[in-house]
């Protein structure tokens, strides 16, 4: 009990509490500001802004910018594309929002002093693909950080939030947040008018491809622990698509991108025999997707899908042809700082394994699955729409705002709008910050509540881990294996094997089915209770169990939405070989969950979607 008592309890009240300081919650705290001129913004980030988020090592493209000044594109393209590489289903009411605001927030990057690359010819920003400009990003999350920084009241880093606190009359009203501080292990309160969920999709809930001490090394980052997701899920909020999982089409073993290889160094790829292989698969495709294999461009999966067919076939492994564009100097430079500018280990990879691409094409390979929301894949909460496009159906009160009064989202926490992006992400924040703040205008005198008597029982379960690791040692002599406690490594390895052979990752080519999935969801089940004899060394450790807290609630969410699901939406992110066709019929539809965290049930529901531009 002594180690409850000593433990110090900060208390900090805000208008706007944005939670995670990545892209998304660097434009909430932003424009909160803007908007908010003499509100409290506060920011809070379980690392530091300054290079926290999946943009932390720096990118070499903005993927989202309509380029609406030169009329390259209109946001309505962009809907376009977003539908068509979604196999049909995305909220286009909030995809066209952040592409109508997209622009202006590029805009403000380079004001900030982020280098964009300019096309000498024309004077216009380089295009790497249609929707992609290229820049010289390794700082591009300082910059973006640095605007954040000077707009919030605070920024509290290094506090990792667990839980959301609902208001104590009202039962569908957030109130604030807990967590603790990662360093010195403070606990934390909260109390806001209205709360921003900004914190990042999810990796390793899937078993990675890379094990053991390279396990660290997957495409997304690892410390994405899907806590965008277990935040609202616990409150209640409604989630949508969360079966809608991303593999990616990678470099092997450094996951490097490829956007730049293949669209602005026009490289290719080939089987293992020199053989171009994706048109031999485009029958096949058809018969599963009908016309969406002949659309352009091919959706993201398919091209998945097509690389996937071709190695079980065995004619693998597929390559990227990057003999032929490496010879031109220009290219090949390019080729390389695409890599030193964000994902240096893909370099240091190809130095150990003595690849030069100039003379040697490397292998490419498909990533576990991850869940995003703001990337080629669209997994989040259910959110109400602008007020001026959404219809009526998506709309229940403020913009961004989740089924929780008070409760808002942007960035991969929101679902539905895929392909938005680090620019897009942050044009979200700006736009669920507007709409935070006139809702805390709206509320007037109203003060939320939050109860005493939560946050305190709270404190105890939060710290818990560390009581359990404390007491359980000492029937131990050596190891880490305890009759009394579970390490959250070992958790998150059963964790990622359960969603590995149950839920359809690497080990099964991404194939499951209904008994695979009700299989998978009772030991997900069994999980769950023993993470309560989670144990945990320090404080580094208790971050851990909480992170692992937050991905099996996800993977839970994961599981649900698939077997809810009964079709084959997306060949090349994931299978039910029962269901093995897309179905129109059936499921040209958005899935819905609510969680009870109460009686740990999950209510599943369709949703309609509604086709706004032609
Ligand atoms: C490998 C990779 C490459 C990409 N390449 C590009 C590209 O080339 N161009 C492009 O435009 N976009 C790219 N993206 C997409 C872009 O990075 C994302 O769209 C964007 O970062 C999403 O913003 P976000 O704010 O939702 O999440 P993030 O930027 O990931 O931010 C989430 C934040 O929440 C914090 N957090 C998480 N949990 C908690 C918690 N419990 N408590 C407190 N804080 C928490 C995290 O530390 C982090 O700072 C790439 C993404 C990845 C993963």
Same mark, same amino acid.
């Given at each position: 009990m002594g180690l409850f008592t000593r433990r110090k309890t900060v208390f900090v009240d805000s208008d706007i509490l944005v939670i995670g300081g990545g892209m998304a919650g660097c434009g909430a705290t932003y424009e909160s500001r803007y908007w908010g001129r003499d509100l409290k913004i506060v920011c809070v980030e379980?690392?530091?802004? *300054?290079r926290s988020g999946a943009v932390a090592q720096g990118l070499?493209?903005?993927?989202?910018?309509?380029g609406m000044q030169w009329n390259e594109n209109q946001p309505e393209d962009h809907v376009r594309y977003a539908r068509n590489d979604l196999m049909g289903l995305v909220r286009e009411d909030l995809g066209y929002d952040i592409a109508r605001h997209v622009d202006a927030t590029v805009h403000k990057f380079e004001e900030w002093g982020l280098p964009i690359m300019r096309d000498?010819?024309?004077?216009?920003y380089q295009r790497e693909g249609k929707w992609q400009i290229m820049i010289h990003g390794e700082s591009y999350k300082p910059i973006v950080a640095e605007a954040a920084r000077k707009a919030a009241t605070k920024v509290y880093n290094r506090i990792m939030v667990t839980h959301l606190l609902m208001d104590k009359t009202k039962p569908n009203r957030v109130a604030g947040a807990v967590g603790f501080?990662?360093?010195?292990?403070d606990f934390y309160v909260f109390r806001s008018k209205a709360i921003i969920v900004s914190a990042g999709g999810a990796s390793h809930i899937f078993k990675p !491809?890379?094990?053991?001490?390279?396990?660290?090394?997957? =495409?997304?980052?690892?410390?994405?622990?899907?806590s965008a997701y277990a935040l609202p899920i616990l409150a209640g909020a409604k989630m949508m698509q969360m079966e809608n999982r991303i593999v990616l089409t990678r470099f092997?073993?450094?996951?490097?991108?490829?956007g730049a290889y293949f669209l602005h160094l026009k490289t290719y790829t080939e089987n293992g025999y020199g053989e171009e292989y994706e048109s031999k698969w485009h029958d096949h495709t058809k018969e599963l997707v009908g016309d969406y294999v002949d659309?352009?461009?091919?959706p993201t999966c398919l091209r998945n899908h097509a690389l996937l067919e071709e190695v079980k076939a065995g004619r693998g492994p597929i390559r990227m042809v990057t003999k032929e564009a490496f010879q031109d100097s220009h290219k090949e430079t390019v080729g390389w700082e695409n890599f030193l500018g964000m994902t240096i280990g893909q370099a240091v990879v190809w130095a150990s394994q003595n690849i030069d691409p100039k003379h040697t094409n490397p292998e490419l390979t498909t990533s576990e699955p991850y869940v995003m929301g703001s990337h080629a894949t669209c997994s989040g909460a259910w959110a109400s729409g602008p007020a001026d496009y959404a219809p009526s159906e998506y709309?229940?009160?403020?913009?961004?705002?989740?089924?929780?009064?008070g409760l808002f989202g942007a960035g991969d926490a929101?679902?539905?709008?895929?392909?938005?992006f680090s620019s897009g992400s942050f044009t979200e924040g700006r736009i669920a910050a507007k709409a935070a703040v006139n809702f805390v205008n709206d509320l007037g005198n109203e003060q939320p509540q939050v109860s005493e008597r939560e946050y305190e029982d709270l404190k105890k379960v939060i710290f818990q881990p560390l009581e359990n690791y404390k007491v359980g040692r000492?029937?131990?002599?050596?190891?880490?294996?305890?009759?009394?406690y579970i390490l959250p490594i070992n958790g998150l390895q059963r964790l990622e094997k359960i969603m590995d052979e149950y839920v359809g990752g690497i080990g099964s080519y991404y194939t499951t089915n209904e008994p695979l999935l009700t299989r998978g969801i009772e030991l997900l089940s069994m999980l769950k209770e023993d993470l309560a004899h989670l144990g945990a060394e320090d404080l580094h450790q208790l971050q851990r169990a909480w992170e692992l807290h937050h991905r099996v609630l996800t993977s839970e969410a994961v599981a649900q939405h698939t077997l809810f699901r009964? *079709?084959? !939406?997306w060949p090349g992110y994931y299978y039910r070989a029962d269901h093995p066709k897309l179905d129109?019929?059936? =499921?040209h539809c958005f899935t819905l969950s609510r969680y009870d965290s109460e009686s740990g049930k999950w209510e599943m529901e369709k949703a309609p979607v509604y086709h706004i531009i032609d």
């Open positions: 379980k690392a530091n802004i *300054e070499y493209a903005i993927n989202c910018y309509m000498p010819k024309t004077g216009r501080n990662v360093r010195n292990g !491809r890379a094990v053991g001490e390279g396990m660290g090394r997957t =495409w997304y980052a690892p410390w994405s622990s899907a092997k073993d450094g996951y490097g991108p490829v659309r352009h461009p091919v709309q229940w009160g403020y913009n961004r705002m989740m089924t929780v009064d929101i679902g539905g709008t895929a392909h938005k000492n029937e131990i002599v050596a190891g880490t294996v305890s009759p009394s009964t *079709e084959t !939406r129109d019929t059936d =499921w």
